[in-house]
């Protein structure tokens, strides 16, 4: 893989991957970036008409989706506002031990494109009780427990407001009832322990999750702006008595999916 080889710039292989999507898509530029987590899929229909799908493995430094059944695609879909969206439905979780230049290319390529925002959801465990299952909440900062960054060499990147306030007050403006929280990354692929929640609520986490800080630290890397946001699918471990299942978690997010999205696709044109 290009972004194996620690010789390998992987800006330049973003920009490669930018170029083909450049290409494959007939788009030059795009506006906006947004990276579809589990419960997130449908907002890419919502948010405008999609004019180009590409499988995510064409492009150069992405590679076949991890999780069986995930669309694994790349879309620009056009907005009414004219402006451009890249959808990128091929996320590559910290988890698969590729390496973090892994995870972050989307980002990274995204920015290559042009994007000066990049919008981040995925599904996540949630420490507050009073998120059920299905919530959607406003990543307002983050915890990364990876003990990785995708910085490297002397890189010293300013992380304040990272979470843009701009776009959060702008998505509580559409949605008033959106609450926020701070998001932790942890290495996963294995869920916390009830000790490991509870250490994470100790530290000042309220969400649990297994992406999106790291590519956080990359979009502002790349100066773009943006905005995080999970969608609660689960009780994180301990918070309530009944065992973490799949099917919960899976049936929250299917049950969420067209309120998200919709909610997403408001957020998006505003
Ligand atoms: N780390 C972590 N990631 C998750 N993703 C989903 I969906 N639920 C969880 C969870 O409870 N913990």
Known sequence: HPLDDPATDPFAVAATAAAEIA??????????????GSGWGRAADLIGET??????????????????????????VLLPSGKRALVIGART???????????????RTA????????????????????????????????INLTADSPLEGATFVDLTDLYSARLRAIARQIEPGLDEGVYTQ??????ETPAEVQMAKAIGGHIVGMSTALEAIAARQAGMEILGMSLITNLAAGISATPLS?????????????????LLARIVAA
């Open 51 to 76: 004019t180009a799908t590409i499988p995510a493995d064409e492009i150069t430094g992405f590679s076949k989706p991890a999780l069986v059944g995930h669309p694994g695609t790349i879309r620009s």
């Open 246 to 262: 799949h099917t919960e978690v899976l049936e929250a997010g299917a049950d969420a999916e067209p309120v998200i999205s919709a």
């Open 186 to 191: 942890f290495r996963g692929p294995h869920y």
């Open 23 to 36: 290409l494959k898509t007939g788009v030059e530029h795009h506006d906006i970036a947004l990276t579809l």
């Open 111 to 142: 920015a290559a494109t042009g994007a000066t925002t990049m919008i981040l959801t995925n599904g996540a465990g949630g420490i507050r009780e009073s998120w059920t299952p299905g919530t959607p909440v406003l990543i307002r900062d983050h």
């Open 93 to 107: 979780h910290y988890y698969e031990g590729h390496g973090v230049r892994r995870v972050v290319h989307s980002v």
